[in-house]
């Protein structure tokens, strides 16, 4: 029987949402080796996954240097464009960042979109911003990348090559443009610093309580630590920067209260600009008094993915702050690196070979844990209780006798 309420009313419709395909192209410089080339590319792979894109294929180089118009070399360009010819590929994205010229002679050739790692982090992160600040601070990053890629992005300034009737209106208008870029770069930085002054008050409110800061890289599981300690309700899932807004909730342990924050991941070849733009989030970072660095110790390259975070610290300004390492998804590690052969006893060996390696490294200051599977956090608290004890001791004495 047909629903006479609805007389008239026009069938509502969605279109479904087109996947994009994409390929990824990558040079090997002399002074990287196959696999790390191999893990980089996994890497821009699940960057374009967590943009929405579905990776086809991937085209590697070896070159000294890349090319200054094409980036890889001519023959390479031709195989790619065939490829992306045939099999209709709506994008190529570039490991390393392109100049507007190289950007501009990709996409004539290819006759599709050209992206670099740089633009497809700017993507995600303006796909994933949600508050005032995160949003500003994405749209300061990418008028940033823009303006120097001005010039070789405009397809019709061909005038400017001079001559008899080739003269005049292209500097105009490129001139025009990076003007008004440039007036929105600063008018962003003075909301962005409107923004920061309201950041720094809420801060001076938290005075008195020790702050403790999860950092690591992208992916490491930092959300879902917070959840876990702070009984938060932060977004946590399989994909690379899925928490771009800090977030700051009050923990108590053994009615020993702190302020735990979690931040924006960190990633190999983060643009420059990117992260003079989010300094302002991070500034959690930098002002907190103990640093949790969570490590994904499943991943294979958790060791680059330490340095990458203990160099971006450093950029920071907060290298020298006390930091408690936790190696997180102990479950996936023992899944993908113990064979299913070995007794409980050597199973258990291997883990306590691997703990005592990083204990030495961290000078003790290491847990392991799996806070998926909620394992290890009776001895993560105990860790962060001491090492807050202790930090209270000596910058808030006065407080210790209210526990």
């Not at 160099?311 to 930091?323: F, H, I, N, S």
Request: proline share 2%; charged share 30%.
């Amino acid at each position: 029987m047909a629903n006479e309420w609805n007389v008239g009313e026009k069938k509502r419709t969605a279109l479904a949402k087109k996947v994009e395909t994409a390929v990824i192209v990558g040079i090997i410089r002399p002074d990287q080796t196959d696999e790390q080339v191999v893990e980089h590319l996994d890497e821009l792979d699940f960057l374009a996954s967590t943009a929405g894109a579905k990776t086809l294929k991937r085209f590697v180089q070896r070159l000294k240097n890349p090319n200054s118009t094409s980036f890889v070399g001519k023959g390479k360009v031709e195989e790619v464009r065939e490829y992306v010819e045939m099999h209709e590929v709506d994008l190529v994205i570039f490991d390393d960042d392109l100049t507007g010229k190289q950007t501009n002679f990709l996409e004539e050739v290819m006759k599709c979109k050209i992206l670099d790692r740089s633009s497809l982090i700017l993507d995600i992160f303006a796909n994933r911003a949600q508050t005032a600040q995160a949003k500003t601070q994405v749209e300061l990053a990418q008028m940033q990348y823009l303006l120097p890629r001005l010039r070789g992005l405009w397809t019709h300034l061909e005038r400017q090559r001079g001559g008899i009737g080739m003269r005049g209106p292209g500097e105009k208008e490129i001139e025009t443009d990076r003007r008004i870029v440039r007036d929105k770069i600063s008018l962003l930085k003075q909301r962005l610093a409107k923004i920061d002054a309201q950041a720094r008050t809420q801060r001076k409110n938290r005075s008195g309580m020790i702050r403790v800061s999860l950092a690591g890289y992208t992916n490491a599981g930092k959300s879902t630590l917070m959840n876990v300690l702070g009984k938060a309700e932060v977004l946590a899932e399989n994909k690379l920067f899925a928490t771009l807004d800090t977030t700051v909730r009050k923990v108590v342990v053994e009615r020993m209260p702190f302020l735990l924050s979690d931040t924006v991941g960190f990633i190999r070849k983060l643009p420059h600009h990117l992260i003079e733009s989010f300094k302002s989030t991070l500034d959690e970072v930098r002002e907190s008094d103990l640093i949790v660095h969570v490590v994904d110790i499943s991943h294979p390259q958790h060791k680059d993915h330490i340095e990458v975070v203990q160099r971006t610290l450093k950029e920071l300004g907060a290298g020298d702050k006390p930091v408690l390492y936790v190696f997180n998804k102990m479950d996936l590690y023992r899944k993908q690196n113990l064979d299913e052969f070995l007794t409980d006893e050597e199973r258990n060996q291997v883990e306590v070979d691997l703990k005592k390696v990083w204990e030495g490294q961290t000078k003790g200051h290491a847990i392991f844990i799996s806070a998926l599977k909620k394992e290890g956090l009776m001895e993560l608290r105990s860790k962060i209780k001491l090492m807050i004890e202790d930090l209270y001791m000596e910058r808030y004495p006065h407080r210790t006798k209210f526990w």
